[in-house]
């Protein structure tokens, strides 16, 4: 596989921190434990990584129930896995790029050391989050994606507003968008607390309620410092686990 200008993953042997955990699998860090809904190999469909070849872990467990949810299968059951297990079954797709996902990642504190045993392997390493955790302690190489949960989504008053203040320019923030309300509530949101100076802002329409079309022409009609963002996995392959 080619990986065009990206260029192909890099031999994880030449790119290991030296105070890796790698280096002695046995550690305790490494027999740690995460609940595991699956882990994939797909091409990322959603925010600026879209397009590439990516390694999804997805854990299970969320604290939320958005209306629009298309995760559910996450919330239980999974499978128990040390950080052992789950960095030999990334390792083997050889990727570049490892999104860590859910459900709500943060929702297992062990989370944040796959994040940074992820990152010490060299690989480029995104966090899809609700926004309702604290992102606070997430490794500083890790690229977040920050929902903002909108009125529409039922979640609205689980936003950790706090949380904008622990991104930087690698980070993303996200909201799905159901219906034209949601619509002028992320508008006024994004202008309030200028997010655009933040770091890129992605607007994403919610995929049984609200036409990207129509997204679009109200993005464009307001000239929003915004990215549509259409979820391509399911443009390539609809909706399903796995993918
Ligand atoms: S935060 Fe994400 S996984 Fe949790 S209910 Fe909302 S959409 Fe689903």
């Given at each position: 596989?080619?990986?065009?200008?990206?260029g192909?993953?890099?031999?994880?042997?030449?790119?290991?921190?030296?105070?890796?955990?790698?280096?002695?699998?046995?550690?305790?860090?490494?027999?740690?434990t995460?609940r595991?809904?699956e882990?994939?190999?797909?091409?990322q469909?959603?925010?600026?990584?879209?397009?590439?070849?990516?390694v999804?872990v997805?854990?299970?467990?969320?604290?939320?129930?958005c209306?629009?949810?298309?995760?559910?299968?996450?919330?239980?059951?999974?499978?128990?896995?040390?950080?052992?297990?789950?960095?030999?079954?990334?390792?083997?797709?050889?990727?570049?790029?490892?999104?860590?996902?859910?459900?709500?990642?943060?929702?297992?504190?062990?989370?944040?050391?796959?994040?940074?045993?992820?990152?010490?392997?060299g690989?480029?390493?995104?966090?899809?989050?609700?926004?309702?955790?604290?992102?606070?302690?997430?490794?500083?190489?890790v690229?977040?994606?920050?929902?903002?949960?909108?009125?529409?989504?039922?979640?609205?008053?689980?936003?950790?507003?706090?949380?904008?203040?622990?991104?930087?320019?690698h980070d993303?923030?996200?909201?799905?968008?159901?219906?034209?309300?949601?619509?002028?509530?992320?508008?006024?949101?994004?202008?309030?607390?200028?997010?655009?100076r933040?770091?890129?802002?992605?607007?994403s329409?919610?995929?049984?309620?609200?036409?990207?079309r129509t997204?679009?022409?109200?993005i464009?009609?307001?000239?929003?410092?915004?990215?549509?963002?259409?979820?391509?996995?399911?443009?390539?392959?609809?909706?399903?686990?796995?993918?």
């Amino acid at each position: 596989m080619t990986f065009g200008h990206f260029g192909p993953a890099m031999p994880q042997s030449s790119i290991l921190d030296p105070r890796s955990s790698a280096l002695d699998p046995q550690s305790s860090v490494l027999q740690a434990t995460l609940r595991v809904t699956e882990i994939f190999f797909s091409l990322q469909g959603e925010t600026s990584r879209v397009g590439l070849p990516t390694v999804f872990v997805r854990l299970t467990g969320c604290p939320l129930r958005c209306g629009y949810c298309d995760t559910a299968y996450a919330f239980y059951g999974g499978k128990t896995m040390t950080l052992a297990a789950i960095l030999s079954e990334v390792a083997q797709h050889a990727p570049r790029y490892v999104t860590v996902t859910g459900g709500e990642p943060l929702a297992q504190k062990n989370c944040h050391a796959l994040l940074k045993e992820l990152c010490d392997r060299g690989y480029s390493v995104s966090l899809e989050t609700s926004g309702a955790v604290d992102v606070s302690q997430v490794d500083r190489r890790v690229s977040k994606i920050l929902d903002l949960k909108t009125p529409g989504s039922g979640e609205c008053d689980k936003n950790r507003w706090t949380n904008l203040d622990h991104l930087t320019a690698h980070d993303e923030i996200k909201f799905v968008l159901c219906d034209e309300a949601d619509y002028r509530w992320a508008k006024q949101v994004l202008a309030e607390r200028r997010l655009d100076r933040i770091c890129p802002v992605l607007f994403s329409p919610s995929y049984h309620d609200l036409p990207p079309r129509t997204l679009a022409e109200w993005i464009l009609r307001d000239r929003l410092p915004v990215r549509l963002q259409v979820q391509l996995h399911k443009q390539l392959w609809g909706e399903g686990p796995g993918r």
